[in-house]
Protein backbone atom coordinates (compact mmCIF):
# COMPACT_ATOMS: atom_id res chain seq x y z
CA UNK A 1 0.00 0.00 0.00
CA UNK A 2 3.06 2.10 -0.55
CA UNK A 3 3.28 2.94 3.11
CA UNK A 4 0.25 5.10 3.20
CA UNK A 5 -1.94 5.47 6.40
CA UNK A 6 -5.46 3.90 6.34
CA UNK A 7 -7.63 6.45 5.71
CA UNK A 8 -11.24 6.18 7.50
CA UNK A 9 -13.80 7.27 5.49
CA UNK A 10 -16.08 9.92 6.56
CA UNK A 11 -18.68 9.03 9.12
CA UNK A 12 -22.00 8.77 8.14
CA UNK A 13 -25.27 10.35 10.15
CA UNK A 14 -27.31 7.85 8.98
CA UNK A 15 -26.74 3.63 10.14
CA UNK A 16 -24.77 1.30 7.13
CA UNK A 17 -26.41 -1.08 5.92
CA UNK A 18 -24.87 -4.13 4.67
CA UNK A 19 -25.00 -4.32 1.35
CA UNK A 20 -26.73 -7.76 -0.38
CA UNK A 21 -24.19 -10.09 -2.08
CA UNK A 22 -23.55 -9.84 -5.49
CA UNK A 23 -22.19 -12.38 -8.02
CA UNK A 24 -18.91 -10.82 -9.20
CA UNK A 25 -20.15 -11.06 -13.22
CA UNK A 26 -23.06 -8.73 -12.42
CA UNK A 27 -22.48 -5.01 -13.63
CA UNK A 28 -21.48 -2.13 -11.21
CA UNK A 29 -23.21 1.09 -12.12
CA UNK A 30 -22.86 4.49 -10.74
CA UNK A 31 -24.18 8.00 -12.19
CA UNK A 32 -22.36 11.06 -9.97
CA UNK A 33 -22.30 13.78 -12.53
CA UNK A 34 -23.43 16.91 -10.30
CA UNK A 35 -24.66 18.73 -13.36
CA UNK A 36 -26.92 15.76 -14.74
CA UNK A 37 -30.78 16.55 -13.60
CA UNK A 38 -32.78 13.31 -12.75
CA UNK A 39 -35.76 12.59 -11.38
CA UNK A 40 -35.37 11.20 -7.58
CA UNK A 41 -37.42 7.93 -8.44
CA UNK A 42 -36.83 5.22 -11.27
CA UNK A 43 -39.33 4.74 -13.93
CA UNK A 44 -40.99 1.10 -12.96
CA UNK A 45 -38.84 -0.68 -15.95
CA UNK A 46 -35.41 0.03 -14.74
CA UNK A 47 -33.65 -2.42 -12.27
CA UNK A 48 -32.51 -0.99 -9.47
CA UNK A 49 -29.86 -3.60 -8.34
CA UNK A 50 -26.36 -1.84 -8.37
CA UNK A 51 -23.13 -2.85 -7.17
CA UNK A 52 -22.52 0.82 -5.26
CA UNK A 53 -26.09 1.87 -3.72
CA UNK A 54 -26.30 5.29 -1.79
CA UNK A 55 -29.47 5.45 0.00
CA UNK A 56 -29.67 9.08 -0.31
CA UNK A 57 -30.31 9.56 -4.19
CA UNK A 58 -29.95 13.35 -3.89
CA UNK A 59 -26.74 12.57 -2.19
CA UNK A 60 -25.42 10.62 -4.78
CA UNK A 61 -25.38 12.92 -7.29
CA UNK A 62 -23.88 15.78 -5.03
CA UNK A 63 -21.12 13.34 -4.11
CA UNK A 64 -17.51 14.64 -4.76
CA UNK A 65 -15.14 12.24 -6.66
CA UNK A 66 -13.42 11.97 -3.28
CA UNK A 67 -16.83 10.89 -1.37
CA UNK A 68 -17.07 8.32 -4.09
CA UNK A 69 -13.82 6.84 -3.49
CA UNK A 70 -14.46 6.38 0.18
CA UNK A 71 -17.92 5.00 0.19
CA UNK A 72 -16.71 2.45 -3.12
CA UNK A 73 -14.41 1.49 -0.66
CA UNK A 74 -16.73 1.15 2.50
CA UNK A 75 -19.02 -1.02 -0.17
CA UNK A 76 -16.03 -3.45 -0.85
CA UNK A 77 -14.42 -3.67 2.36
CA UNK A 78 -10.84 -2.27 1.50
CA UNK A 79 -9.19 0.70 2.94
CA UNK A 80 -8.79 3.78 0.90
CA UNK A 81 -5.45 4.23 -1.28
CA UNK A 82 -4.58 8.03 0.28
CA UNK A 83 -1.74 8.85 -3.11
CA UNK A 84 -5.64 7.89 -5.59
CA UNK A 85 -7.71 10.92 -3.31
CA UNK A 86 -4.55 12.75 -3.35
CA UNK A 87 -4.02 12.48 -7.16
CA UNK A 88 -7.54 11.72 -8.63
CA UNK A 89 -8.26 14.86 -10.46
CA UNK A 90 -4.71 15.03 -12.50
CA UNK A 91 -4.62 13.72 -15.55
CA UNK A 92 -1.86 10.96 -14.90
CA UNK A 93 -2.54 8.42 -12.06
CA UNK A 94 0.36 5.74 -11.19
CA UNK A 95 -1.24 2.69 -8.67
CA UNK A 96 1.79 0.21 -9.82
CA UNK A 97 2.64 -2.35 -6.95
CA UNK A 98 0.30 -1.12 -4.50
CA UNK A 99 -1.02 -4.58 -3.96
CA UNK A 100 -5.12 -3.55 -4.97
CA UNK A 101 -6.11 -7.02 -5.72
CA UNK A 102 -9.55 -7.54 -6.97
CA UNK A 103 -11.56 -5.50 -4.34
CA UNK A 104 -9.33 -2.56 -4.38
CA UNK A 105 -9.53 -2.15 -8.27
CA UNK A 106 -13.16 -2.38 -8.24
CA UNK A 107 -13.70 0.55 -5.64
CA UNK A 108 -10.89 2.42 -8.25
CA UNK A 109 -12.74 1.29 -11.09
CA UNK A 110 -16.27 2.51 -9.18
CA UNK A 111 -14.34 6.04 -8.54
CA UNK A 112 -13.51 6.46 -12.36
CA UNK A 113 -16.67 5.82 -14.13
CA UNK A 114 -17.34 9.35 -13.86
CA UNK A 115 -14.05 10.55 -13.45
CA UNK A 116 -12.82 12.74 -16.39
CA UNK A 117 -9.74 14.22 -15.27
CA UNK A 118 -7.54 10.64 -15.57
CA UNK A 119 -6.16 9.77 -18.74
CA UNK A 120 -3.40 7.20 -17.74
CA UNK A 121 -3.70 5.09 -15.30
CA UNK A 122 -1.07 2.61 -14.07
CA UNK A 123 -2.05 -0.56 -12.05
CA UNK A 124 0.83 -2.27 -12.91
CA UNK A 125 1.63 -5.59 -10.50
CA UNK A 126 -1.54 -5.53 -8.47
CA UNK A 127 -3.15 -8.80 -8.62
CA UNK A 128 -6.13 -7.79 -10.11
CA UNK A 129 -7.12 -11.20 -11.41
CA UNK A 130 -10.45 -11.64 -13.65
CA UNK A 131 -12.25 -9.97 -11.10
CA UNK A 132 -9.92 -6.67 -11.26
CA UNK A 133 -10.56 -7.07 -14.50
CA UNK A 134 -13.97 -7.04 -15.14
CA UNK A 135 -14.50 -4.20 -12.93
CA UNK A 136 -12.50 -2.30 -15.45
CA UNK A 137 -13.97 -3.07 -18.58
CA UNK A 138 -17.10 -2.43 -17.27
CA UNK A 139 -15.79 1.20 -15.70
CA UNK A 140 -14.01 2.17 -19.65
CA UNK A 141 -17.99 1.39 -21.21
CA UNK A 142 -18.98 4.45 -19.18
CA UNK A 143 -16.05 6.25 -19.11
CA UNK A 144 -15.02 7.96 -22.41
CA UNK A 145 -11.72 10.37 -20.99
CA UNK A 146 -9.53 7.43 -20.35
CA UNK A 147 -6.72 6.43 -23.12
CA UNK A 148 -4.04 4.82 -21.74
CA UNK A 149 -4.16 1.96 -19.44
CA UNK A 150 -1.20 -0.54 -17.84
CA UNK A 151 -2.41 -3.61 -16.11
CA UNK A 152 0.90 -5.13 -16.66
CA UNK A 153 1.79 -8.01 -14.50
CA UNK A 154 -1.54 -8.52 -13.11
CA UNK A 155 -1.57 -12.67 -14.05
CA UNK A 156 -4.52 -12.77 -15.81
CA UNK A 157 -4.16 -15.43 -17.79
CA UNK A 158 -6.61 -17.09 -19.88
CA UNK A 159 -10.17 -15.56 -18.45
CA UNK A 160 -8.83 -12.03 -18.39
CA UNK A 161 -7.68 -12.40 -21.82
CA UNK A 162 -11.42 -13.42 -22.23
CA UNK A 163 -12.43 -10.86 -20.68
CA UNK A 164 -10.00 -7.99 -22.67
CA UNK A 165 -11.22 -9.24 -25.94
CA UNK A 166 -14.91 -9.33 -25.56
CA UNK A 167 -14.13 -5.74 -24.01
CA UNK A 168 -12.25 -4.92 -27.57
CA UNK A 169 -14.43 -6.34 -29.85
CA UNK A 170 -17.04 -3.43 -29.25
CA UNK A 171 -14.90 -0.80 -30.29
CA UNK A 172 -16.29 1.53 -27.99
CA UNK A 173 -14.06 2.77 -25.86
CA UNK A 174 -11.59 5.73 -26.00
CA UNK A 175 -8.55 3.89 -24.71
CA UNK A 176 -5.88 4.15 -27.18
CA UNK A 177 -2.83 2.59 -25.70
CA UNK A 178 -3.08 -0.75 -23.62
CA UNK A 179 -0.46 -2.49 -21.72
CA UNK A 180 -0.74 -6.00 -21.16
CA UNK A 181 3.01 -7.33 -20.60
CA UNK A 182 3.88 -10.38 -18.32
CA UNK A 183 0.48 -11.75 -17.73
CA UNK A 184 0.88 -15.38 -18.33
CA UNK A 185 -0.60 -15.32 -21.82
CA UNK A 186 -0.83 -18.79 -24.11
CA UNK A 187 -1.21 -19.95 -27.20
CA UNK A 188 -4.93 -19.43 -26.18
CA UNK A 189 -4.93 -16.22 -25.28
CA UNK A 190 -3.43 -15.29 -28.53
CA UNK A 191 -6.45 -16.77 -30.25
CA UNK A 192 -8.54 -14.09 -28.48
CA UNK A 193 -6.42 -11.21 -29.02
CA UNK A 194 -6.62 -12.37 -33.08
CA UNK A 195 -10.54 -12.27 -32.30
CA UNK A 196 -10.41 -8.68 -30.69
CA UNK A 197 -7.98 -7.08 -32.74
CA UNK A 198 -8.83 -8.01 -36.14
CA UNK A 199 -12.02 -6.00 -34.80
CA UNK A 200 -10.53 -3.26 -32.96
CA UNK A 201 -9.70 -0.52 -34.80
CA UNK A 202 -9.27 2.48 -32.15
CA UNK A 203 -6.17 0.61 -30.19
CA UNK A 204 -3.19 2.02 -31.49
CA UNK A 205 -0.47 1.22 -28.96
CA UNK A 206 -0.67 -2.95 -27.60
CA UNK A 207 2.32 -4.29 -25.37
CA UNK A 208 2.34 -8.14 -24.92
CA UNK A 209 5.88 -8.44 -24.07
CA UNK A 210 7.03 -11.05 -21.29
CA UNK A 211 4.43 -13.63 -22.09
CA UNK A 212 4.11 -17.20 -23.46
CA UNK A 213 2.98 -17.10 -26.86
CA UNK A 214 4.75 -19.59 -28.41
CA UNK A 215 4.48 -20.40 -32.19
CA UNK A 216 1.16 -21.10 -32.30
CA UNK A 217 0.40 -17.92 -30.86
CA UNK A 218 2.36 -16.57 -33.55
CA UNK A 219 0.31 -18.22 -36.48
CA UNK A 220 -2.91 -16.40 -34.58
CA UNK A 221 -1.29 -13.12 -34.12
CA UNK A 222 0.15 -13.15 -37.61
CA UNK A 223 -3.93 -13.57 -38.86
CA UNK A 224 -4.48 -10.48 -36.59
CA UNK A 225 -1.82 -8.49 -38.06
CA UNK A 226 -3.15 -9.11 -41.18
CA UNK A 227 -6.86 -7.85 -40.58
CA UNK A 228 -6.00 -4.74 -38.16
CA UNK A 229 -6.19 -1.38 -39.13
CA UNK A 230 -5.69 0.53 -36.06
CA UNK A 231 -2.65 -0.66 -34.35
CA UNK A 232 0.67 1.69 -35.11
CA UNK A 233 3.09 0.09 -32.41
CA UNK A 234 3.36 -3.42 -30.93
CA UNK A 235 5.70 -4.82 -28.46
CA UNK A 236 5.91 -8.74 -28.73
CA UNK A 237 9.46 -9.08 -27.21
CA UNK A 238 10.16 -11.78 -24.41
CA UNK A 239 7.87 -14.42 -25.85
CA UNK A 240 8.68 -17.95 -27.34
CA UNK A 241 8.35 -17.50 -31.88
CA UNK A 242 11.06 -19.28 -32.98
CA UNK A 243 10.90 -20.38 -36.94
CA UNK A 244 7.09 -21.38 -37.22
CA UNK A 245 5.94 -17.93 -35.81
CA UNK A 246 8.28 -15.80 -37.04
CA UNK A 247 7.34 -16.89 -40.44
CA UNK A 248 3.31 -16.65 -39.76
CA UNK A 249 3.90 -13.14 -37.93
CA UNK A 250 6.43 -11.92 -41.09
CA UNK A 251 3.21 -13.43 -43.66
CA UNK A 252 0.37 -11.00 -41.61
CA UNK A 253 3.13 -7.72 -41.99
CA UNK A 254 2.75 -8.23 -45.85
CA UNK A 255 -0.46 -7.35 -45.67
CA UNK A 256 -0.47 -4.83 -43.07
CA UNK A 257 -0.57 -1.14 -44.04
CA UNK A 258 -0.59 0.71 -40.39
CA UNK A 259 1.70 -0.68 -38.23
CA UNK A 260 4.72 1.75 -37.74
CA UNK A 261 6.72 0.58 -35.06
CA UNK A 262 7.39 -3.89 -34.18
CA UNK A 263 9.83 -4.74 -31.30
CA UNK A 264 10.21 -8.84 -31.37
CA UNK A 265 13.16 -8.71 -29.52
CA UNK A 266 14.60 -11.59 -27.40
CA UNK A 267 12.86 -14.07 -29.34
CA UNK A 268 14.20 -16.94 -31.33
CA UNK A 269 13.39 -15.65 -35.03
CA UNK A 270 16.52 -17.21 -36.33
CA UNK A 271 17.63 -16.97 -39.91
CA UNK A 272 14.79 -18.13 -41.57
CA UNK A 273 12.57 -16.34 -39.61
CA UNK A 274 15.01 -13.23 -40.88
CA UNK A 275 14.74 -14.42 -44.63
CA UNK A 276 10.35 -13.72 -44.32
CA UNK A 277 11.40 -10.18 -42.43
CA UNK A 278 13.40 -9.38 -45.24
CA UNK A 279 10.45 -10.23 -47.56
CA UNK A 280 8.74 -7.92 -45.40
CA UNK A 281 11.07 -5.14 -45.62
CA UNK A 282 10.59 -5.52 -49.59
CA UNK A 283 7.32 -5.06 -49.87
CA UNK A 284 5.62 -2.79 -46.45
CA UNK A 285 6.04 0.64 -46.59
CA UNK A 286 4.61 1.58 -43.47
CA UNK A 287 7.22 0.09 -40.93
CA UNK A 288 9.77 2.86 -39.47
CA UNK A 289 11.05 1.00 -36.29
CA UNK A 290 12.03 -2.47 -35.96
CA UNK A 291 13.55 -4.11 -33.40
CA UNK A 292 14.96 -8.00 -33.97
CA UNK A 293 17.66 -8.08 -31.11
CA UNK A 294 18.78 -11.43 -29.71
CA UNK A 295 17.27 -13.56 -32.25
CA UNK A 296 20.09 -15.95 -33.23
CA UNK A 297 19.99 -14.08 -36.92
CA UNK A 298 23.62 -14.59 -38.19
CA UNK A 299 25.53 -13.37 -41.11
CA UNK A 300 23.04 -15.75 -43.41
CA UNK A 301 19.74 -13.78 -41.89
CA UNK A 302 21.65 -10.08 -42.16
CA UNK A 303 22.30 -11.28 -45.65
CA UNK A 304 18.09 -11.79 -46.39
CA UNK A 305 17.04 -8.43 -44.21
CA UNK A 306 20.18 -6.24 -46.37
CA UNK A 307 18.10 -7.40 -49.62
CA UNK A 308 14.76 -5.78 -48.52
CA UNK A 309 16.51 -3.15 -47.13
CA UNK A 310 17.46 -2.40 -50.76
CA UNK A 311 14.13 -2.15 -51.90
CA UNK A 312 12.90 -0.32 -48.77
CA UNK A 313 11.11 3.41 -48.27
CA UNK A 314 10.05 3.82 -45.09
CA UNK A 315 12.46 1.95 -42.46
CA UNK A 316 13.74 4.47 -40.25
CA UNK A 317 15.33 2.60 -37.04
CA UNK A 318 16.70 -1.56 -37.52
CA UNK A 319 17.84 -2.39 -34.10
CA UNK A 320 20.19 -6.21 -34.38
CA UNK A 321 22.09 -5.67 -31.28
CA UNK A 322 22.78 -9.22 -29.62
CA UNK A 323 22.85 -11.33 -32.73
CA UNK A 324 25.59 -13.17 -34.00
CA UNK A 325 26.25 -11.12 -36.71
CA UNK A 326 30.36 -10.04 -37.91
CA UNK A 327 31.77 -7.26 -39.22
CA UNK A 328 31.37 -8.69 -42.89
CA UNK A 329 27.34 -8.83 -42.11
CA UNK A 330 27.32 -5.66 -40.57
CA UNK A 331 29.14 -4.41 -44.29
CA UNK A 332 26.50 -5.85 -45.84
CA UNK A 333 23.57 -3.87 -44.24
CA UNK A 334 25.32 -0.66 -44.68
CA UNK A 335 26.04 -1.50 -48.22
CA UNK A 336 22.73 -1.77 -49.04
CA UNK A 337 21.91 1.47 -47.78
CA UNK A 338 24.13 2.80 -50.18
CA UNK A 339 22.85 0.89 -52.96
CA UNK A 340 18.81 2.42 -52.04
CA UNK A 341 18.80 6.08 -53.57
CA UNK A 342 15.13 6.51 -51.22
CA UNK A 343 16.16 4.90 -48.06
CA UNK A 344 15.43 6.81 -45.14
CA UNK A 345 17.61 4.50 -42.49
CA UNK A 346 18.67 6.84 -39.67
CA UNK A 347 19.47 4.14 -37.37
CA UNK A 348 21.40 0.68 -37.14
CA UNK A 349 22.34 -0.22 -34.14
CA UNK A 350 24.89 -3.07 -34.48
CA UNK A 351 26.75 -2.36 -30.45
CA UNK A 352 27.96 -5.97 -29.97
CA UNK A 353 30.11 -5.88 -33.51
CA UNK A 354 33.66 -4.99 -33.73
CA UNK A 355 34.35 -3.30 -36.57
CA UNK A 356 37.54 -2.28 -38.68
CA UNK A 357 38.97 0.88 -40.37
CA UNK A 358 38.05 -0.63 -43.30
CA UNK A 359 34.25 -0.72 -42.46
CA UNK A 360 34.50 2.93 -41.27
CA UNK A 361 35.68 3.60 -44.34
CA UNK A 362 33.02 2.29 -46.01
CA UNK A 363 30.29 3.74 -43.82
CA UNK A 364 32.22 7.42 -44.40
CA UNK A 365 31.09 6.86 -48.21
CA UNK A 366 27.46 5.79 -47.32
CA UNK A 367 26.82 8.92 -45.22
CA UNK A 368 28.00 10.80 -47.59
CA UNK A 369 24.93 9.88 -49.45
CA UNK A 370 22.60 9.25 -46.80
CA UNK A 371 23.83 11.61 -44.12
CA UNK A 372 21.18 10.83 -41.61
CA UNK A 373 22.82 7.02 -41.23
CA UNK A 374 24.20 6.45 -37.39
CA UNK A 375 25.40 3.33 -36.80
CA UNK A 376 25.87 1.95 -33.65
CA UNK A 377 29.05 -0.60 -33.21
CA UNK A 378 31.24 -1.50 -30.42
CA UNK A 379 34.70 -0.09 -31.24
CA UNK A 380 36.90 -0.01 -33.93
CA UNK A 381 40.00 -3.17 -34.17
CA UNK A 382 43.39 -1.83 -33.84
CA UNK A 383 42.16 1.39 -32.64
CA UNK A 384 44.03 3.13 -28.86
CA UNK A 385 42.15 4.44 -26.43
CA UNK A 386 43.56 7.76 -27.20
CA UNK A 387 42.46 7.42 -30.72
CA UNK A 388 39.16 6.18 -30.42
CA UNK A 389 38.93 9.42 -27.84
CA UNK A 390 40.00 11.51 -30.53
CA UNK A 391 37.24 9.98 -32.65
CA UNK A 392 34.79 10.86 -31.17
CA UNK A 393 36.00 14.06 -29.77
CA UNK A 394 32.83 16.87 -29.33
CA UNK A 395 32.37 18.46 -32.92
CA UNK A 396 30.97 21.35 -30.64
CA UNK A 397 33.98 22.22 -28.84
CA UNK A 398 35.86 21.88 -31.54
CA UNK A 399 34.01 24.36 -33.41
CA UNK A 400 34.28 26.89 -30.31
CA UNK A 401 37.32 26.37 -29.65
CA UNK A 402 38.12 27.82 -32.99
CA UNK A 403 35.75 30.95 -32.95
CA UNK A 404 37.53 31.45 -29.27
CA UNK A 405 41.20 31.32 -31.48
CA UNK A 406 40.08 33.42 -33.99
CA UNK A 407 38.19 36.02 -32.48
CA UNK A 408 34.91 35.27 -34.07
CA UNK A 409 31.34 33.73 -33.49
CA UNK A 410 30.91 30.69 -34.09
CA UNK A 411 27.17 31.81 -36.53
CA UNK A 412 30.62 33.16 -38.50
CA UNK A 413 31.92 29.60 -38.78
CA UNK A 414 28.78 28.22 -39.95
CA UNK A 415 27.73 31.30 -42.26
CA UNK A 416 31.71 30.87 -43.67
CA UNK A 417 30.45 27.19 -45.16
CA UNK A 418 27.44 28.31 -47.17
CA UNK A 419 28.75 29.88 -50.56
CA UNK A 420 25.32 31.91 -50.98
CA UNK A 421 25.88 33.24 -46.71
CA UNK A 422 22.32 31.98 -45.67
CA UNK A 423 21.35 30.57 -42.60
CA UNK A 424 20.08 27.11 -43.70
CA UNK A 425 21.99 24.13 -45.84
CA UNK A 426 20.68 21.25 -46.87
CA UNK A 427 22.03 18.35 -44.86
CA UNK A 428 23.75 17.03 -48.24
CA UNK A 429 25.34 20.03 -48.66
CA UNK A 430 26.27 20.77 -45.11
CA UNK A 431 27.78 17.06 -44.87
CA UNK A 432 30.31 18.11 -47.79
CA UNK A 433 31.12 21.08 -46.68
CA UNK A 434 32.19 19.92 -43.41
CA UNK A 435 34.30 17.32 -44.84
CA UNK A 436 35.70 19.55 -47.60
CA UNK A 437 36.46 22.53 -44.99
CA UNK A 438 40.18 22.65 -43.02
CA UNK A 439 39.66 24.77 -40.59
CA UNK A 440 38.26 22.50 -37.95
CA UNK A 441 39.54 19.22 -39.31
CA UNK A 442 36.80 16.44 -38.49
CA UNK A 443 36.17 12.88 -39.21
CA UNK A 444 32.66 11.59 -40.61
CA UNK A 445 31.83 10.23 -37.25
CA UNK A 446 31.97 13.74 -35.98
CA UNK A 447 30.10 15.19 -38.76
CA UNK A 448 27.51 13.24 -38.29
CA UNK A 449 27.17 14.01 -34.81
CA UNK A 450 27.04 18.05 -35.38
CA UNK A 451 24.34 16.89 -38.18
CA UNK A 452 21.75 15.23 -35.43
CA UNK A 453 21.91 18.93 -33.06
CA UNK A 454 21.34 20.91 -36.16
CA UNK A 455 19.19 19.20 -38.42
CA UNK A 456 15.64 19.56 -38.91
CA UNK A 457 12.85 16.61 -39.88
CA UNK A 458 13.18 19.22 -43.53
CA UNK A 459 16.08 17.90 -44.28
CA UNK A 460 17.73 21.40 -43.62
CA UNK A 461 20.42 22.45 -41.27
CA UNK A 462 19.76 25.84 -39.65
CA UNK A 463 22.12 27.86 -38.18
CA UNK A 464 19.85 30.52 -37.28
CA UNK A 465 21.45 30.58 -33.57
CA UNK A 466 22.12 33.10 -31.02
CA UNK A 467 23.88 33.42 -27.92
CA UNK A 468 22.68 34.81 -24.36
CA UNK A 469 23.29 34.24 -20.66
CA UNK A 470 25.67 31.36 -22.22
CA UNK A 471 22.77 29.16 -24.15
CA UNK A 472 22.65 29.03 -27.68
CA UNK A 473 19.32 28.57 -29.22
CA UNK A 474 17.63 28.27 -32.65
CA UNK A 475 15.26 30.98 -33.80
CA UNK A 476 12.19 29.63 -35.03
CA UNK A 477 8.68 31.37 -35.20
CA UNK A 478 6.65 30.61 -32.61
CA UNK A 479 9.46 29.55 -30.12
CA UNK A 480 13.38 29.02 -29.39
CA UNK A 481 15.08 25.57 -29.27
CA UNK A 482 18.09 24.48 -27.47
CA UNK A 483 20.58 22.81 -29.85
CA UNK A 484 23.97 22.64 -27.07
CA UNK A 485 26.48 24.21 -29.51
CA UNK A 486 27.30 26.88 -27.10
CA UNK A 487 29.36 26.58 -24.08
CA UNK A 488 29.37 30.16 -22.44
CA UNK A 489 32.21 31.75 -24.56
CA UNK A 490 30.94 33.10 -27.71
CA UNK A 491 32.16 36.70 -28.00
CA UNK A 492 28.54 37.91 -28.10
CA UNK A 493 28.16 39.82 -24.55
CA UNK A 494 26.95 42.85 -26.38
CA UNK A 495 24.57 40.82 -28.86
CA UNK A 496 21.22 40.69 -28.19
CA UNK A 497 18.58 38.17 -30.01
CA UNK A 498 16.77 41.19 -31.35
CA UNK A 499 19.69 42.82 -32.86
CA UNK A 500 20.90 39.31 -34.04
CA UNK A 501 17.26 38.27 -36.00
CA UNK A 502 17.91 42.21 -37.42
CA UNK A 503 21.18 40.86 -38.85
CA UNK A 504 19.38 38.18 -40.74
CA UNK A 505 17.19 40.15 -42.77
Request: aromatic residues 6%; charged residues 20%.
Amino acid sequence: MDNDEPLEPEIKDEPETEPAARNSDETFYCEAEASVAIEKEKPGGESSETDLEIEDTEKLFTTGQRELYLEACKLVGVVPVSYFIRNMEESYVNLNHHGLGPSGTKAIAIALVSNTSVVTLELADNCIMEEGTLSLVQMLQENYYLQDLNISNNDLGLKGASTISEFLQRNTSSLLNLQLSGNNFKDESAELFCQAFSANYRIKTLDLSHNEFSDKGGEHLGQMLALNIGLQSLDLSWNQFHTQGAVALCNGLRANVTLQKLDLSMNGFGNEGATALGEVLRLNNSLVHIDVSSNDISNEGVLKISKGLEFNESLKVLKLFLNPVSMDGATLLILSIKRNPKSKMEEIDISNVLVSEQFVKILDGVCAIHPQLDVTYKAVQGFSAKKELLLRTNPMKLIQSYADQHQITVIDFFKSLNPNGRMMMSVGDFWKAMIQQDKVPMNPYQVRELIKKLAEKTGMVNFRCWCLGGTLRIMKPGGIKNCGLCYGSIKTAKFSPDAFNASLA
